[in-house]
């Protein structure tokens, strides 16, 4: 009786194939926007979550802030004025005392309970470098130790690291970025070659593999291309370079002073990260009297915040979505329902020959179904199309993943049983006499 039903479905819906196509197009462009859209969005958030993950989700970080950033209009913070040539310098940020009263965690009881692993210094210097006629001006040179390899997640890609013996002895020697190495050495190989930064020559010891842009280390996350980094150890940078740096700008020219731009602190285990991270913010509230001159940074808490935002994300794109497929359902129903009125003669005459209501029930669901399935795989395969089209001619990158299939063929199917009830039950009740009856 099922494949009699099913055979009788498709033979009614081949009769008006334009209409049925045009039934079923609703459906289509509903599936297809679900998987699309989520598709998209799971893609972004990822991205962003992927980022943020890379930072370190055991990790506490504390980055020094610029009197006038963030929004920040307290002049106060630490700057002074210096008389001679009119010459102003500005002070700011964290200092060597924060990093060695931090490092009285690891020193301490927390220490052996594997709470803090480790604490790291990063020095942010901007110097051009230069490698015989190519030349990168202002690049980010950071000062640091050989812990920031494993903190930070970087990967070597050739040669070495910082090692202890280069923070002992002042080495000149800088371990290069991937872009920075491209853009300095373009095809040569930079190991051991010379890089010019400021008035200083560093050996190349090593090279990193390409980081995503969101692995920040100094600076703001996301603001800055972190595969122009170079690297040098933060002995080295204090003794060649100084802690003030000389900013000119058009017709004046100023300093400033920042002994450190940013303390990154490992921490044991992802259930401790809170606690470090209050503890972090107490200590430096007793040394700063302006807390804006500093931020502690908890990729923890904002890959968690990141996860309930993708979350939130996935739910909007997919009731925006979803109304198309409710547009689509309440399209099969109108036709379905025209369909009834168009055969009334037909149902009146199976009735007679002894046809139940549970079998007209049957038949028009059946249809409903078909249409709806029929429209579910083909907007399965445009669904999965359109993502694929946009990470290859815009670059977006996209997920498709298998849930976001299943639910948005779930909710068509669903939606052509719901939406073709109500024709079957009004076909179902006919009087088969009126039928008959019926012009």
Same mark, same amino acid.
């Given at each position: %009786?099922?494949?009699?039903?099913?055979?009788?479905?498709?033979? *009614?819906?081949?009769?008006?194939?334009?209409?049925?196509?045009?039934?079923?197009?609703?459906?289509? !462009?509903?599936?297809?926007?679900?998987?699309? %859209?989520?598709?998209?969005?799971?893609?972004?958030?990822?991205?962003?979550?992927?980022?943020?993950?890379?930072?370190?989700?055991?990790?506490?970080?504390?980055?020094?802030?610029?009197?006038?950033?963030?929004?920040?209009?307290?002049?106060?913070?630490?700057?002074?004025? *210096?008389?001679?040539?009119?010459?102003? @310098?500005?002070?700011?940020?964290?200092?060597?005392?924060?990093?060695? %009263?931090?490092?009285?965690?690891?020193?301490?009881?927390?220490?052996?309970?594997?709470?803090?692993?480790?604490?790291?210094?990063?020095?942010?210097?901007?110097?051009?470098?230069?490698?015989?006629?190519?030349? &990168?001006?202002?690049?980010?040179?950071?000062?640091?130790?050989?812990?920031?390899?494993? #903190?930070?997640?970087?990967?070597?890609?050739?040669?070495?690291?910082?090692?202890?013996?280069?923070?002992?002895?002042?080495?000149?020697?800088?371990?290069?970025?991937?872009?920075?190495?491209?853009?300095?050495?373009?095809?040569?190989?930079?190991?051991?070659?010379?890089?010019?930064?400021?008035?200083?020559?560093?050996?190349?010891?090593?090279?990193?593999?390409?980081?995503?842009?969101?692995?920040? =280390?100094?600076?703001?996350?996301?603001?800055?291309?972190?595969? @122009?980094? /170079?690297?040098?150890?933060?002995?080295? +940078?204090?003794?060649?370079?100084?802690?003030?740096?000389?900013?000119?700008? +058009?017709?004046?020219?100023?300093?400033?002073?920042?002994? !450190? $731009? @940013?303390?990154?602190? +490992?921490?044991?285990?992802?259930?401790?990260?809170?606690?470090?991270?209050?503890?972090?913010?107490?200590?430096?509230? =007793?040394?700063?009297?302006?807390?804006?001159?500093?931020?502690?940074?908890?990729? !923890?808490?904002?890959?968690?915040?990141?996860?309930?935002?993708?979350?939130?994300?996935?739910?909007?794109?997919?009731?925006?979505?979803?109304?198309?497929?409710?547009?689509?359902? &309440?399209?099969? /129903?109108? &036709? /379905?329902?025209? =369909?009834? =009125?168009?055969?009334?003669?037909?149902?009146?005459?199976?009735?007679?020959?002894?046809?139940?209501?549970?079998?007209?029930?049957?038949?028009?669901?059946?249809?409903? #179904?078909?249409?709806?399935?029929?429209?579910?795989?083909?907007?399965?395969?445009?669904?999965? $199309?359109?993502? /694929?089209?946009?990470?290859?001619?815009?670059?977006?990158?996209?997920?498709?993943?298998?849930?976001?299939?299943?639910?948005?063929?779930?909710?068509?199917?669903?939606?052509?049983?719901?939406?073709?009830?109500?024709?079957?039950?009004?076909?179902?009740?006919? *009087?088969?006499?009126?039928?008959?009856?019926?012009?």
């Amino acid at each position: %009786m099922w494949i009699a039903t099913f055979r009788l479905a498709i033979r *009614n819906l081949l009769l008006h194939k334009l209409r049925s196509f045009l039934t079923v197009l609703g459906t289509i !462009l509903g599936v297809a926007s679900v998987i699309a %859209m989520l598709s998209v969005g799971e893609g972004s958030k990822k991205a962003a979550v992927d980022q943020i993950r890379q930072l370190g989700a055991t990790n506490v970080m504390v980055r020094s802030v610029r009197p006038g950033a963030n929004g920040d209009k307290s002049g106060d913070t630490s700057s002074s004025g *210096n008389a001679s040539g009119g010459r102003t @310098e500005l002070e700011y940020g964290l200092k060597h005392e924060d990093l060695r %009263m931090l490092e009285g965690l690891a020193n301490s009881d927390l220490q052996a309970e594997q709470l803090v692993k480790q604490i790291v210094p990063i020095s942010l210097l901007r110097k051009n470098a230069q490698h015989g006629t190519k030349r &990168i001006e202002n690049s980010r040179l950071l000062g640091t130790t050989p812990e920031l390899l494993q #903190v930070k997640n970087l990967k070597l890609a050739r040669g070495r690291f910082l090692i202890p013996a280069d923070l002992r002895d002042l080495a000149n020697v800088v371990v290069l970025s991937e872009g920075a190495a491209r853009r300095l050495f373009t095809f040569e190989d930079p190991i051991g070659e010379p890089v010019l930064l400021g008035d200083g020559a560093y050996r190349v010891v090593g090279i990193l593999k390409q980081q995503a842009s969101g692995n920040a =280390t100094a600076g703001q996350v996301g603001t800055e291309d972190l595969n @122009e980094d /170079m690297y040098i150890p933060i002995t080295s +940078a204090r003794s060649r370079f100084g802690e003030r740096q000389r900013i000119v700008t +058009a017709g004046s020219r100023s300093y400033e002073r920042n002994e !450190l $731009s @940013e303390i990154a602190i +490992a921490v044991g285990s992802e259930d401790h990260v809170p606690q470090i991270a209050e503890m972090v913010r107490k200590l430096l509230h =007793t040394k700063h009297r302006n807390d804006h001159e500093y931020e502690v940074i908890v990729p !923890l808490e904002l890959l968690q915040q990141a996860e309930h935002e993708k979350q939130i994300w996935n739910i909007v794109l997919g009731s925006i979505a979803g109304i198309s497929l409710l547009v689509g359902g &309440i399209g099969i /129903m109108n &036709i /379905m329902l025209a =369909t009834v =009125t168009e055969r009334t003669r037909e149902i009146g005459i199976r009735r007679a020959i002894g046809a139940k209501r549970g079998d007209i029930i049957r038949q028009f669901l059946v249809e409903t #179904v078909v249409l709806s399935t029929t429209g579910g795989l083909i907007g399965i395969t445009l669904g999965v $199309s359109i993502p /694929m089209a946009v990470t290859h001619f815009v670059g977006i990158p996209t997920i498709t993943s298998t849930w976001s299939i299943i639910l948005a063929f779930g909710i068509s199917v669903l939606t052509g049983v719901v939406f073709g009830v109500y024709p079957a039950r009004k076909a179902a009740r006919m *009087n088969p006499i009126e039928a008959l009856r019926h012009q």
